[in-house]
Structure formats: C-alpha cells, structure tokens
C-alpha cells in the first residue's frame, strides 16, 4: 500500500496535486473533462474584492516551450465567486484554494475576511501577479511589503494563509524567509517569469501589455532551483510549480522541497495532466518502493 | 488512450483523430478532412483545437469547421498557413493520427434562418466556416465573399448551397473591391446576416447591420490559450456586463465565436 496523503498547515490532501490559479478557473470549464474529485487541491482564479476587468487584448502569445500571458487578473470579484463559484466548488471533495488579488492591504484583507466562514481550505495571497500596474507584486518584490502584507493577512485570516512569491526577484531565500518571518503558514511559487515577445513581421509587441508572464516546460529548470533555494531558507512547507507537464517533473519539485504541486499552463496544453499526474505519481511510488509520498520532500541528496 | 481521456458523456473532449484526406487548395491554403466522432455532435460555426505535435510549440490553434460529414463521423477544417503550427499541419499525410479538442463554441443560430433570406459574408481565411452554415439553413442563401485575388477556394463548394457574390482585391474576379463594395455593387439585401473574417470588415458589417436593422452574427477570433473558457485570453468588449465574467468582457472561446453584432464592441 502507498500514501499519497499531504499534509500543508494542518490541512489534508488525498495527494499533493492541485491546479494552479489563473489556469483552471473555479474548476467549472475542466470538471468537462476531469473529475475534480480526484484532485488534491484546487486553486481559483485570483479574486478580488470587487470585478476586474483585466488587460487589452491579445493577452496571450506562445512561446519557445512556454507561453506568455498578460490577462490582468480579469475576474468577477468576491460576490460572485461566493454565490456562484464556491457553491459549485463545495460539491466536490478536494481541497479548494481561493488566490487572493489585490490593489491594497485592505482589499486583500477584504476578500480573506470575506473566506472566514467558508469551507475554503486554504488561502493563497497573490503578491506576484506581473501583470497589472498597482498590488500584487509590488508586495512581492521587496522584503519589508511581503512582510507587512503577510502580517496584516494573517491577523485576519481564519485559514491557512499561503504566501505566492514571484521568481522576479533577485534573492528567492530572502523573500520566502520574509513570509515564515510575518507568520505564513506556507509559501508557493513560482508565478510567472516577466517577459517579452515582438512580432518582427509586424513589428510590434506580441501582447497588448508589452510584457507578460511566462509559463510551461520553458520555465521549470528555474522553478526547481527556487523552491530548492525557498525549501533551504525555510522550514514552512511549499507547494511548487512552473512548468509541471508529467509525474517526473512533479517528483522532481518535491524532491527538491515541495510539498505539493500544481499544474498550470499544461491544463492548457493537455486538460487531463492532473490525473495524469496523480496516476504517474503512484506508479513512480510503487516503482521505487517509496510508502510515503512525504519521504519524497526534500529527499534530494 | 490513458484512462483519463476514457470519460465518458462529456461534451468537450480531447482526442485522436485521423487524417483522411489533406489537400492545398490555394496557396498556403489547406483542406484538412480528419475522421473523428466528435463529427456527431459538431455545429456550423463551432472550432476544433489542434495540437501540434512538436512540444516546442505547446497551444492547441483553434480552426473554424468548414464542413461536417455525420454519417461518415468526418469533419472538413479549411486553414492559412500562418505560422509554426499551421506549417506542421500542413505536412500530416493521410492515415496519420493527430490530436484535437471539441467540439469548442456556440456556433452560429442555425434556427434563426428559418423561413428568411440569409446572408453569408466572409472575407479569406473566414469564408470556411460559412459553408457548413450554408448548409444547415432553412432557407435562401446568397454568399457575399472576399478574396485577395483569383485563387477562389471553396467557390464551388458554396455555389452548392447558394448565389455567390466575390469581391477580389486586385480586382481579378468579381467586385474591385471588398464585400461591403460588392454588396453595393449587387444591391444586395437580407434578412439575416452570417459573418466571419478579418475584423475591418466585421466592424463595416456590424455598422450596415446597424443602418439596416439587419439582425447579424458575426464569428469572431482572437489568440487563445485554453479554448475551453478558463484562461480568459481571449476575450471581446462587450455592450453589457457579461452573464459569466461580470464585467464588460465575454469569451469568445466558450461564450463565443458567434455573437449577436450588437452585444459586441469591436
């Protein structure tokens, strides 16, 4: 027999494969094609205290393995995810994650209140979108702001409070250690890496926001070596991502530290890789003989 | 098939299909018959996702159906070569089995066209789509259609269902001109209006339609990620506060391509 259970902040998952924010929605368009009971976790969609209404188009541009995007955070605000995305959320048994976005402490702080007596499991703090003007990651990129923004959400917060770190940085340690320090329950990363694409036919930017954030395999070499950098610098867990396409390359995030991961831009790519994942996970284990998906964190040697 | 992609009863699914015939019809043009059984379900107006097979290059390129074929679970996709995906599609050789996604999008309101004169204008690479509508209408058909010049593909198949007006940029064939020049030309009028193609000429007939008090659904596109309606990349302006993202904003992957021309601010 194999356990796959995780346990994050005193919270249980029945494995360490969840979705990550921006790239599943509430779950709504891929419960077409996956059973999201079968899912570890399941983050939203960053949502803020009122509608967003996002960034220009094209918001989308394929890249070299990657692709980038600059959506904007576009979501229907708090309102409507509590009368209509947590409702369908709640029907199913996974560990459902709210991302939190914001302009302000005091929207963040808005929206995690707003969670208290709800079932959601976790929440994930988005201090690291790179794709809007004002919030997340200017709270993102400099030690004192992390800090300052985890501190006041904490105070509030009736769940598990898990800080997204952005790999814009130029010392990941740094900022993960900022997180622990404020009181994080845990911390995720990496969001997207800010880039760039120009048409040369054209000559002109492939995305309306000239900048956008990359993801896919493109990216993962990076990730892996953050949440290794993150895992040594703190002792709170983490949940990796960036890039994550097979059950290799999930192992291969909690080897290096993390204690659950997330599949993003290869929903896209493939909208069944979660279960794919989750499948190839338990071959792997049964392959190796490893009883205990814990034993696998951080057992990089 | 990994079990995963074995889930029964669901509408969208991704899946491997079968190259039955490929074709270039035009230059850089390509006429793409696959055998898959998403044919039963499949819409005029609706898309299939294709996913390159080289891994460099990740996302599923929408392509608009051209044509179904239900009894023989075959659906037509007609398509430009414009970029890294679209040349590898190009290549894929009868027998071979490629990978796709439906069926995607509302398609166009078949049942509207009861009864009424409809008409079907589209301008290059947006003039397939209109021959599956073509034949599904209930009623008259004329075609109003844009070329770059006198490489007229798809001509005869629509002449199947209808009149075909053509407008040709260099003036080869036809109108000298666009459609909007050879529905003047013509003195054309309608009923309803059917629409697809690049979008200086959506937003000239989505104004016409205006002036006309002509209902109109124009199909429109935009760069995608997901196509299922999660990413939220390809969205269009809209009139009112859309019913599922709450601001002024639809997608045109799930909540679309075909819209009514007065909900949409293009």
Same mark, same amino acid.
């Given at each position: 027999?194999?356990?796959? &259970?995780?346990? /994050? ?6 494995? =360490? ?22 899912? +570890? ?23 070299? +393995? ?38 302000? !402490? ?53 769940? =598990? ?25 845990? /911390? ?13 036919? &054209?000559? &002109? ?6 900048? +956008? ?10 990730? !892996? ?18 890039? /994550? ?31 794919? !994942? ?10 190796? +003989? ?12 | 098939?990994?079990?995963? $992609? $074995? ?94 996604? *439906?069926?995607? *999008? ?55 269902? *209808? ?7 260099? *003036? ?12 003047? $030309? ?76 007065? $909900?949409?601010?293009?």
């Amino acid at each position: 027999m194999i356990n796959t &259970k995780i346990t /994050i902040a005193g919270i249980t998952l029945k494995n =360490p494969v969840m979705t990550a924010s921006g790239t599943f929605g509430s779950g709504m368009e891929y419960g077409e094609f996956v059973d999201l009971n079968r899912l +570890g976790g399941l983050i939203t969609k960053g949502v803020s205290n009122i509608p967003w209404v996002g960034n220009p188009t094209p918001r989308v541009a394929e890249t070299y +393995g990657g692709m980038l995007n600059a959506i904007g955070l576009q979501n229907p605000g708090i309102d409507v995810f509590l009368e209509r995305d947590l409702p369908f959320l709640n029907q199913y048994d996974t560990v459902s994650v709210i991302n939190v976005c914001g302009k302000t !402490v005091e929207d963040y702080v808005e929206v995690v209140e707003r969670m208290a007596d709800t079932k959601i499991g976790m929440l994930e703090i988005n201090v690291s979108c790179p794709n809007i003007k004002e919030g997340a990651i200017a709270f993102g990129q400099n030690t004192e702001a992390l800090f300052h923004i985890t501190k006041e959400i904490k105070a509030k917060a009736k769940q =598990p409070v898990i800080m997204k770190l952005s790999p814009n940085v130029t010392d990941i340690g740094e900022m993960a250690r900022a997180a622990e320090a404020a009181g994080a329950d845990g /911390i995720s990363l990496i969001n997207t890496i800010t880039g760039m694409k120009i048409d040369i036919h &054209k000559r &002109k930017f492939a995305l309306a926001n000239k900048t +956008g954030g990359l993801s896919g395999p493109a990216i993962k070499p990076v990730a !892996v070596r953050m949440v290794y950098q993150a895992a040594k610098a703190v002792s709170i867990p983490i949940i990796g991502m960036g890039g /994550i396409a097979t059950a290799e390359d999930a192992i291969e995030f909690m080897l290096a530290g993390a204690s659950a991961v997330c599949v993003g831009a290869m929903n896209f790519v493939n909208p069944y890789t979660t279960i794919e !994942v989750i499948e190839g996970i338990e071959s792997y284990m049964k392959k190796y +003989g490893v009883k205990e998906i814990s034993d696998l964190i951080g057992a990089v040697e | 098939m990994s079990q995963a $992609e $074995e889930t029964k009863g669901n509408l969208k699914k991704k899946e491997t299909a079968i190259v039955s015939l490929q074709r270039e019809i035009a230059p850089g043009i390509f006429d793409l018959w696959v055998k898959t059984d998403l044919a039963g379900n499949a819409k005029a107006g609706q898309f299939i996702s294709i996913y390159p097979k080289d891994k460099s290059t990740l996302l599923p390129r929408p392509i608009s159906i051209c044509e179904i074929d239900r009894m023989k679970q075959r659906i037509r996709l007609v398509y430009r070569v414009q970029g890294v995906g679209t040349m590898e599609f190009s290549r894929y050789q009868q027998g071979e089995e490629i990978s796709i996604l *439906g069926n995607l *999008g509302n398609g166009f309101p078949i049942d509207k066209t009861k009864g009424k004169k409809t008409l079907m204008i589209a301008g290059g690479i947006g003039i397939p789509p209109m021959l599956q509508a073509a034949k599904d209408t209930q009623g008259e058909v004329t075609f109003v259609v844009g070329y770059r010049d006198q490489n007229l593909f798809l001509l005869e198949d629509m002449k199947k269902y *209808g009149t075909v007006f053509i407008a040709t940029e260099d *003036g080869s064939v036809g109108t000298h001109g666009n459609v909007m020049d050879a529905m003047k $030309e013509n003195e054309i009028k309608a009923d309803l209006i059917f629409s697809c193609g690049p979008l200086p000429m959506l937003k000239a007939i989505k104004q016409f339609a205006q002036e006309e008090e002509i209902e109109a659904y124009l199909s429109l596109e935009e760069k995608m990620a997901c196509g299922v309606g999660a990413c939220l990349g390809c969205v269009c302006k809209t009139k009112k506060v859309d019913h599922h993202s709450h601001v002024h904003n639809t997608r045109i992957c799930a909540d679309g391509p075909v819209f009514d021309a007065t $909900e949409v601010e293009i």
